[in-house]
């Protein structure tokens, strides 16, 4: 009865398996660092109250209850707006457009842009989330590697031998989920090049770019290319994907898209179709929110987690054999490491279950090739320093003992 | 850049029109019928602001503003499940998932269905929100009529011919958007007996099912279905989508999908590769207020859209001329009129915004095939005994002068 293309596309997904690993966060016993979610201990909950008590009351109710259009509550779009300029994307209400988290927008710009055996150029590795949100539009991957040594030409004619075209490319160009690494800008203007060769849209995952700890901030590559088009953002083609999730809270589920208003014209009529528009009522928080304590928020996380990610990198340099390898990323929730060519991070997963009880996300569903068997995500965001000493001291034991 | 396919499917959505006159519905000099939306003075307001605050006390916070899994928030699914029962589905938490709102059922539905050139099978004239869902996958679409005159052999050669097959049937059975129509029993079972032969899922939407006002209540398909597979909900191929937007609220955006187990197991996956999942803190709170509120808020909806409905039928009586005809709806919110053969609802809503200023939905925009221009939709949610005394007398000047 099911469309059995889909069906083995459901397969290759493997979300069921992140699944269970999520619910290992819940077993007392384990000590894990395999969520990829923000401490709760940290969310703007006082705001939050303020904002829905606000949003219901006698004047407000009969708005914030009810149907709104599909580009989004105004006030919110015309805060981005603003934030947006802080990181050097000038832009227009009508180039923000909001969706139930930036999730939601990759799938919408997927639906946009790819049909059955185009082509989406990924890095290796790249957001689990943004392989499935693609998926359902049954592509191929190919690999995004700006710097590397492979000809336009080359990658354009494997896409139409596959049956289709070369239709975007995908990043997440600060501190990315999986590996916490930073493009740099030399990267950022190649990546812009490549693009108008291949005459296709950037869709620059922003999710994490509020969350620098340290070291010299980026314009985002949506703002480098404005600035290339002599201030147009009408003219560019990078479509930004922002998101609350990390900053604020996820639980609300807004994200937003910052772009060209003639791609944002065709997404809002995806948005209308798909969903009609996200949750009026956590729009309305959201900007009471932001207007509140985003700066300030954001410190917060950032001096906590910071302290967090020096934790994790001093135990994993205490502990680690010789042989494993780690990123030190400069914001965000992630420390990516690379075992030993011959370890499986599945393999070891499993047996950390039964012996070390400590989690990770094993890295191999982050590669749209199934490679990278020999890496493990850790997350940072929830360990204190006690989860973070026990931690390293029972992988390394398990990593050492498996080598 | 963008799919030239779906540039010109974005122009038969007609979203912008459909905008541009809902936005009729903020100026004051138009006297308005257009907008299907709920009255904002019956929302429950003290419930809801009652359910926000407990969702941020100190305890709850942390998993209300935290990102949850896909399937959805088990308490809300519980009282889905009693409500479910209540009208005659028996079926388990596992059959259960939230959605953003029914709109992103019907999305992701027509995702796990329609390939290109697949056909969909809609009633004569439908939902305009599920034409624009459906369309997005590019399918034919064929009229639904369970008691007409074609074969089935006859819609499978032609969905055959059209370079695709027959993937679902697609209705609302009760008091339905736009005709306030209802299914019989007769026509239910038939429509069970029609997805055998064509061995496709049915799609319910059941959005407007809570809302009748008088006449005996019909059960859903699903339960008829459920009932002659011997209550056996996993063998059943209707798949019901509800709705918590026309009882409670729509600006929280918590719709649901009933069904068997393995059509809710891949819906699931398309969820998380959608959006992850519906806002946390939304699904709490709607749990609260359906548990606090929800069958004296849907009495107190019925007793003033049902005097509204009086007032409608009774106004149309009295100033419709001869050759108008109107659907007399057991609930929901709207009135389907049928004007004489040569009036076009559009050219007559052009004439009206100039003259009358009356506003309702032209409603060739609700058949598949483009037919019916000669037909209008009236609203009466959002229409007091003015309003509506007045609004019928220009409607029938208007009708009356352009015959």
Request: proline residues 4%.
């Amino acid at each position: 009865m099911l469309q059995p293309r889909l069906a083995s596309r459901a397969k290759r997904m493997r979300a069921s398996e992140i699944r269970e690993l999520l619910k290992l966060l819940a077993r007392p016993d384990i000590i894990s660092f395999a969520g990829g979610i923000p401490d709760e201990k940290l969310f703007p909950a006082e705001a939050a109250k303020e904002g829905y008590a606000k949003a219901l009351d006698e004047q407000t109710r009969g708005i914030s209850l009810q149907y709104s259009l599909s580009d989004g509550y105004v006030p919110l779009r015309e805060w981005i707006v603003d934030y947006m300029a802080t990181i050097g994307v000038q832009c227009d209400v009508e180039n923000i457009m909001i969706t139930s988290g930036s999730q939601q927008a990759l799938d919408f710009i997927a639906k946009l842009y790819l049909s059955p055996n185009d082509t989406a150029l990924v890095t290796w590795p790249t957001y689990l989330g943004a392989l499935q949100a693609f998926n359902a539009y049954e592509p191929r991957f190919d690999r995004l590697d700006p710097m590397g040594n492979r000809s336009t030409a080359e990658i354009v004619r494997e896409a139409e031998e596959a049956g289709g075209a070369v239709k975007f490319a995908y990043l997440s160009a600060d501190f990315s989920n999986p590996t916490g690494q930073t493009y740099s800008r030399e990267m950022r203007e190649k990546l812009i090049e490549m693009a108008d060769e291949f005459d296709m849209p950037i869709i620059e995952d922003g999710a994490y770019q509020a969350l620098r700890f340290d070291g010299k901030s980026i314009p985002p590559i949506l703002a480098i290319e404005q600035e290339q088009r002599g201030g147009d953002i009408e003219a560019c083609r990078t479509i930004y994907c922002g998101s609350f999730s990390k900053t604020l809270a996820p639980g609300l589920r807004i994200g937003w898209v910052c772009g060209a208003r003639q791609i944002l014209d065709r997404l809002v009529i995806i948005k209308q179709a798909g969903d009609l528009h996200t949750s009026t009522i956590n729009q309305i928080v959201i900007d009471h929110i932001a207007r509140t304590v985003f700066d300030e928020q954001v410190d917060k996380i950032g001096s906590v987690y910071s302290a967090r990610r020096d934790k994790l990198l001093a135990e994993l340099k205490k502990h680690m054999p010789e042989g494993v390898s780690w990123t030190e990323p400069e914001g965000g929730m992630f420390v990516w490491v690379t075992l030993p060519k011959h370890l499986d991070g599945a393999d070891l997963l499993a047996k950390s279950l039964e012996t070390e009880k400590v989690a990770f996300v094993p890295g191999q569903a982050f590669f749209a090739d199934g490679s990278g068997a020999n890496t493990i995500r850790l997350s940072f965001s929830c360990a204190d320093d006690e989860m973070i000493e026990e931690g390293m001291a029972r992988l390394g034991r398990l990593i050492a003992g498996a080598m």
